[in-house]
């Protein structure tokens, strides 16, 4: 069965400093990946997804991610964060019956 | 940008009664799907809906859940008999295409339904 994994509950970090948020995944089945954001109070909006093709993902916002096969990774990164990016971030993987499997979410704070 | 909207946003009610969430997805979207996220902890999908039939649903959607597209615009989630731990944020979503071809979905901002 399909999993995913964000180790990180929490990841505080500086404003305008560089941030990775971890992710990793089991599948036994074509690999689809996606990282949603959700604001407070609000829905989850995609960030990026990767389907086939290039390992670097680029997203809005000024996220990116890279698939890495041999670790089973999908990291997301921003060179620069920004305090408006304070949310909550979910990494999933879409299964067999193409639904999605998220993982528990990393809270990014972003502090001034 | 056209949205997925959902009504109400907050849902008190009483354990054992009866409760549906309301949804309308994108209007040229086909694929439906209810997700849920109890406080503090991950999404979790419920079911999804496609050709006015469940195409997939999880173990936790059993026979107290039911979905419903009764016009060409609402999609809607029924509890019946809700118990506490039904309390959770109850997310729609919809999408043009199944997950595996280039179509996201896209999310509502959810209902967070409390039972007491």
């Known amino acids: 069965a399909q999993s995913v994994t964000q180790l990180d509950s929490q990841v505080p970090v500086f404003e305008e400093a560089p941030v990775e948020l971890r992710c990793n995944y089991s599948?036994?089945?074509?690999?689809?990946l996606f990282w949603y954001v959700q604001y407070p109070n609000q829905g989850l909006q995609l960030l990026l997804k990767?389907?086939?093709?290039?390992?670097l993902v680029k997203g809005i916002n000024g996220f990116e991610a890279e698939f890495n096969k041999s670790q089973t990774s999908f990291h997301l990164r921003k060179p620069s964060v920004h305090i408006s990016d304070t949310a909550e971030y979910f990494c999933a993987v879409m299964d067999s019956s193409y639904k999605l499997i998220f993982g528990s979410g990393t809270r990014l704070l972003v502090r001034p | 940008e056209p949205e997925v909207t959902q009504t109400p946003s907050h849902q008190v009610t009483q354990m054992g009664q009866e409760v549906i969430l309301r949804c309308v997805p994108i209007s040229n979207h086909l694929y439906f799907y209810w997700y849920r996220q109890i406080l503090g902890q991950k999404v979790e999908f419920l079911v999804s809906?496609?050709?006015?039939?469940?195409?997939?649903k999880s173990e936790i959607f059993d026979d107290q859940f039911s979905v419903e597209r009764p016009d060409g615009s609402n999609f809607t989630l029924k509890i019946r008999s809700t118990k506490l731990e039904d309390s959770a944020m109850y997310f729609c979503?919809?999408?043009?295409?199944?997950?595996?071809?280039?179509?996201?979905?896209?999310f509502g901002d959810g209902t967070r339904l409390s039972i007491l």
């Open positions: 990767y389907l086939s093709g290039s390992t």
């Open positions: 599948s036994s089945v074509s690999v689809y």
């Open positions: 979503a919809s999408s043009q295409g199944p997950l595996y071809s280039n179509q996201p979905q896209h």
């Open positions: 809906f496609y050709n006015n039939e469940i195409s997939e």
